[in-house]
C-alpha cells in the first residue's frame, strides 16, 4: 500500500512527483504529501483526502526544487490527518522521508529518541525513521547514506523507505525491506517508485531492489549497495507496458476500460503456451529435474481474489491431474502447520507480486522444502524472485482496486498449468486435451459476447443497488464465482454479499432469505444444473428475487429468473471465465447507481504488502 514517487535532476521536482503519484494513487489515497529541497529548506505540503487535496492546496503556492519526495497514504499508524501524511521530517526539518510498509518497534525507537530529545509531530510509525536519521547523523557525522544503512539495522518491520536531506542536495536515499521500491533514470534525471506506472513516461528500462538493499539515485544514475554497504550490481528490467495502457483511454474508470480489456487479457496470456500439435508449453518455466515426476500434492496459496482463482484451479488440477489439491489464504497457510516436503508443489498466486501473506507463505514453502511456483502480473515483483519458476499473467497494468482482468488472467493461466502437468503426467487424453485447448481458445471472442450483454446488467445493477444484502450462490466452479461476485459487490459498493455453495444454504444461510433478497445464481455448470436449479426453487419459495447468470437460450432459467445474465457455453471447468465477467458488471454499476468511485473503494488498497 501507500503511492510513492521520488524525482532528482536539472528540472522542477514537482510536477513530476504529481504525475506519478496521481498514477499510483490506486495503492492509497486518504492523504498525500510532497517534500522538495529549496535552497537549504525542505518545503513539506500535506494535506487529508485525495491526491486532488494536495493538487489545489499546492495550485496557491510555489514550490521549487529540483530535487523531491511525494506519497500517497494508505493509513496503518494514525489516522489519516494533514499531520499523520507523508513526507514526515526530524527535528531540524532537514531530512524528509516517505514510507511504505511498517516498523513494527516504532513505540520503543519513538520512547528511545524522546527520552534523546527528538520531538514528534505526528502519531506515525514512520516519523521515528526521520529522527532515527538525524540522530545517527549528528552522533556520527555521516552522510544520509550513511545514516540510512545504520538506520536499517535498528527498523524491525516492512519498509521502503525514500530520504532525502538538504545538506546533499542532487541525491536520494532509499532502503527496501519487504515493501516495494523499483528505481529508473531518464535524460538528466532520477527516479524511485513504489509501483511501475509512475515510471512508465520517464522510462521502461526498471531496477527492483530486492530486500535488504539501499539505494543512492542521483540524475543519470542509480547505485545499489546490500545493508552492509557493500555496492552491488545493478541490473535493469524491461518492461513492454506503455503509459497510454496505464491510463484510461476514454472509459469512465479503469474498473471499466479494465473489464472490457479482458479479451485482450486472455489472449496475451495464452500467446504462444498452445501449438498446432494441441501441445502444452510452459517454454519460460524451468523445473528443477524430477520435480514434475514427483509431486504428490500441490498446494495453492493466495488472498482475495486471487484466492478465487486458486478456488477454480483446485477443480481443474484435480480433475485433469488426479494430483490432490490443498487451498489455503496466504494468511493462514503457515499458521496451521501444513504437511509440505520436497513432493509437494505450491503455487502462490498474486496478480501484483507484493502481497506481504502470500510472500511469506511462499517463503514458509520453500524452507518446508516444497517447489514453489508463482502466478504473477507483475514482472521484476518480489514473488518473482521467491519463487523458483513464474509464469505471468499479460493482463497490463491493472489500476482499478477491484481485480477484474488479472483474475481472469489467472483463470487462463492456471488452467494452461494444469493442463501441462496433465500433459506432463500422461493423466488425460490426447482428445480431451485438444478439446479443451479449442475452448481455453475461444474463451476471448466469448467474452466479448458477455459484455454485450451490459444492458442487461445495467438494468438489472439499477434494480436492485438499494438492496442491503445479496446472496450468491453456485456449486462446483460456480461456487468460485458466487465467491467472486460477492468480493466484488462488496467491495466497491459497500453492500453485504455472501459467496455460498448452494447445497450449503438449507444448513442455516436459508435462514437470510425474505421478500426481495436479491439472489445472484449460477447455473452454467451442467453436471449440477439439475441441482442449482432446484436451489433456486427453493430461494424462491422464500420470496427471493432472482438474478440468473444462465447459459444462453435456457429457457428453465429464464422461467425461474427476475432477472437473467446469458453467456455463451463453453467447458464447464471454464465457465467461471465468462460468468464472472457478468458479476463484475453488475458490481460495477450498482457503484455507479449508488455514485461511489469503483476505483476508489474505500479502506481499501491495491496491494496488501503488510500482514
Ligand atoms: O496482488 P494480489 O493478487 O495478491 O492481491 C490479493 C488481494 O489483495 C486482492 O485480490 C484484493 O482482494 C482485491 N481488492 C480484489 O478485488
Same mark, same amino acid.
Given at each position: 500500500m501507500c503511492g510513492i514517487v521520488g524525482y532528482v535532476g536539472s528540472g522542477q521536482a514537482l510536477p513530476v512527483l504529481l504525475d506519478g503519484m496521481a498514477r499510483l494513487e490506486y495503492r492509497g489515497y486518504d492523504s498525500a504529501g510532497v517534500a522538495v529541497i529549496s535552497g537549504d529548506a525542505v518545503t513539506v505540503v500535506r494535506k487529508a483526502g485525495h491526491l486532488e487535496e494536495l493538487t489545489k492546496e499546492l495550485a496557491v503556492m510555489e514550490v521549487l526544487g529540483s530535487t523531491g519526495i511525494g506519497h500517497t497514504r494508505w493509513a496503518t499508524h494514525g489516522a489519516p490527518t494533514d499531520g499523520n501524511a507523508h513526507p514526515h521530517r526530524d527535528c531540524s526539518g532537514k531530512i524528509a522521508v516517505v514510507h511504505n510498509g511498517i516498523i513494527e518497534n516504532h513505540d520503543v525507537l519513538r520512547a528511545r529518541l524522546i527520552r534523546e530529545g527528538h520531538s514528534f509531530s505526528?502519531? #506515525?510509525? #514512520?516519523e521515528v525513521v526521520a529522527h532515527l536519521i538525524e540522530s545517527i547523523i549528528e552522533e556520527e557525522s555521516c552522510s544520509l547514506i550513511s545514516a540510512v544503512t545504520k538506520a536499517v539495522h535498528v527498523l524491525e518491520g516492512a519498509f521502503a523507505l525514500v530520504c532525502i536531506r538538504t545538506e546533499e542536495p542532487g541525491c536520494i536515499i532509499v532502503a527496501r525491506q519487504v515493501s516495494p521500491l523499483i528505481a529508473g533514470t531518464a535524460e538528466g534525471m532520477g527516479l524511485v517508485a513504489s509501483g511501475i506506472p509512475a515510471l512508465l513516461a520517464y522510462t521502461r528500462d526498471i531496477v527492483s531492489l530486492e530486500d535488504n538493499q539501499i539505494g543512492e539515485i542521483r540524475a543519470g544514475s542509480v547505485r545499489l549497495f546490500d545493508f552492509e554497504g557493500d555496492e552491488i550490481p545493478v541490473s535493469t528490467v524491461r518492461v513492454e507496458w506503455n503509459l497510454e495502457a496505464a491510463e484510461k483511454g476514454g472509459y469512465e474508470d479503469f474498473m471499466l476500460k479494465e473489464i472490457f480489456e479482458q479479451p485482450q487479457a486472455l489472449r496475451d496470456t495464452m500467446?504462444?503456451?498452445?501449438?498446432r500439435q494441441g501441445r502444452v508449453k510452459l517454454d519460460d518455466v524451468h523445473w528443477k529435474p524430477g520435480v514434475l515426476e514427483r509431486i504428490d500434492k500441490i498446494v495453492v496459496v493466495a488472498c482475495g481474489t486471487s484466492y478465487h482463482s486458486g478456488m477454480m484451479a483446485k477443480h481443474s488440477i484435480e480433475h485433469w491431474t488426479r494430483i490432490p489439491v490443498e487451498l489455503d489464504l496466504a494468511s493462514e497457510f503457515r499458521y496451521r502447520d501444513p504437511v509440505l516436503d520436497d513432493r509437494s508443489l505450491v503455487i502462490g498466486i498474486a496478480q501484483?507480486?507484493?502481497t506481504a501473506d502470500t510472500l511469506a507463505a511462499i517463503r514458509f514453502a520453500k524452507e518446508m522444502g516444497a517447489t514453489v511456483i508463482a502466478v504473477t502480473?507483475?514482472?521484476?515483483?518480489?514473488i518473482t524472485r521467491h519463487a523458483d519458476a513464474v509464469i505471468f499473467t499479460h493482463a497490463g497494468p491493472e489500476i482499478g482496486v477491484a481485480a477484474t482482468k488479472t483474475f481472469l488472467a489467472q483463470l487462463v493461466a492456471l488452467n494452461t498449468l494444469a493442463l501441462y502437468l496433465a500433459q506432463e503426467r500422461g493423466s488425460m487424453s490426447r482428445d480431451k486435451m485438444t478439446e479443451t485447448i479449442d475452448a481455453m481458445n475461444a474463451l476471448p471472442e466469448q467474452v466479448k459476447e458477455v459484455l454485450a450483454i451490459q444492458g442487461d446488467v445495467r438494468r438489472a445493477a439499477k434494480r436492485y443497488a438499494g438492496a442491503a444484502d445479496v446472496l450468491f450462490i453456485g456449486r462446483g466452479v460456480g461456487m468460485t464465482v458466487a465467491m467472486e461476485g460477492a468480493l466484488k459487490l462488496k467491495e466497491i459498493t459497500y453492500i453485504h454479499a455472501e459467496g455460498y455453495a448452494a447445497g450449503e444454504l438449507k444448513h442455516g444461510a436459508i435462514a437470510l432469505i425474505e421478500p426481495g433478497v436479491p439472489v445472484v445464481a449460477?447455473?452454467?455448470?451442467?453436471?449440477l444444473y439439475d441441482k442449482m436449479l432446484a436451489n433456486v426453487e427453493e430461494v424462491r419459495a422464500r420470496g427471493a428475487d432472482t438474478i440468473m447468470v444462465a447459459p444462453r437460450g435456457d429457457e428453465r432459467a429464464r422461467a425461474l429468473a427476475n432477472e437473467l445474465f446469458e453467456v455463451p457455453s463453453t467447458k464447464p471447468l471454464l465457465t467461471p471465465v465468462l460468468d464472472t465477467v457478468a458479476l463484475q458488471l453488475f458490481a460495477y454499476f450498482v457503484a455507479k447507481e449508488k455514485g461511489l468511485s469503483p476505483d476508489k473503494p474505500r479502506n481499501l488498497a491495491k496491494s496488501v504488502t503488510v500482514e
Open positions: 505526528s502519531d #506515525t510509525d #514512520t500467446r504462444g503456451h498452445f501449438d501484483s507480486g507484493e502480473n507483475v514482472v521484476g515483483s518480489s449460477i447455473v452454467t455448470g451442467q453436471k
